[in-house]
């Protein structure tokens, strides 16, 4: 079975630092790298995503960076806010309708 | 607003009965999609289908049915024959999943537990 591993499982910031989160993925011809973003009793929302031809993607204070060669990805979050906390997840889709998520990160932005 | 609705929001199953989520989406994507998530898992794939009439199996299908009789209708059936059913469903959609993809809209989610 194909796995996503992402790491940390938790992380705690600090208000006004950066949040970076990490997935690693496996030996597949993946298309489309997006990380989710959830509150508690919530539905994941797309957050931001990337497509191999590109190296990194920002988006306000959300960054991807993309390694092809090591085969990871990681969402940097700027000047992080506590309305940032939640959870993230990040997810790995082939052409089809194959989607691998990660495990997901819980992160807390203290004030 | 275009969105996915989930409903109920809470709901309560008893041992042996069976027990139907309603998911419908106004976005008109052609692909929808049930989720399962539990504590400290990712989300893993119940049932997809990509058109009406049409659906197969994720990667933990046992247990659960769907029906896709219209475009903006997926329901899921969690029945007697699912044994750990309790967790949170998520109904999602997308434009299409061959060719380019935008990735999903996820609905808020039902929280399913067996009392």
């Known amino acids: 079975q194909q796995q996503v591993k992402q790491s940390p499982q938790s992380l705690i910031v600090q208000k006004g630092g950066i949040s970076i989160i990490n997935c690693a993925y496996e030996?597949?011809?993946?298309?489309?790298f997006p990380w989710y973003q959830q509150f508690p009793g919530k539905g994941p929302a797309l957050l931001i995503a990337?497509?191999?031809?590109?190296s990194e993607k920002k988006e306000g204070r959300f960054t991807i960076s993309f390694n092809k060669s090591a085969k990871q990805f990681s969402l940097h979050i700027m000047d992080s806010q506590p309305g940032d906390s939640a959870t993230y997840f990040c997810?790995?889709?082939?052409?089809?309708?194959?989607?691998?998520f990660g495990a997901g990160t819980r992160l807390f932005v203290k004030a | 607003d275009g969105g996915i609705t989930q409903s109920p929001k809470y709901l309560f199953r008893k041992e042996g009965q069976n027990v139907t989520l309603s998911c419908e989406q106004n976005?008109?994507?052609?692909?929808m999609y049930w989720y399962r998530q539990d504590p400290g898992q990712g989300l893993r794939l119940i049932y997809y289908?990509?058109?009406?009439?049409?659906?197969q199996k994720g990667d933990i299908a046992e247990g659960y049915s769907v029906s896709r009789e219209k475009k903006e209708s997926f329901p899921l059936t969690v029945t007697s024959a699912q044994k750990n059913p309790t967790a949170f469903y998520l109904c999602?959609?997308?434009?299409?999943?061959?060719?380019?993809?935008?990735?999903?809209?996820f609905g808020s989610g039902t929280r399913l537990t067996v009392v």
């Open positions: 997810a790995v889709h082939t052409g089809g309708f194959k989607t691998i």
């Open positions: 990337i497509r191999p031809d590109v």
């Open positions: 030996n597949t011809a993946f298309d489309y």
């Open positions: 999602a959609s997308s434009i299409g999943g061959r060719g380019t993809f935008y990735g999903y809209t």
């Open positions: 289908s990509q058109i009406v009439n049409d659906f």
């Open positions: 976005l008109n994507h052609d692909a």
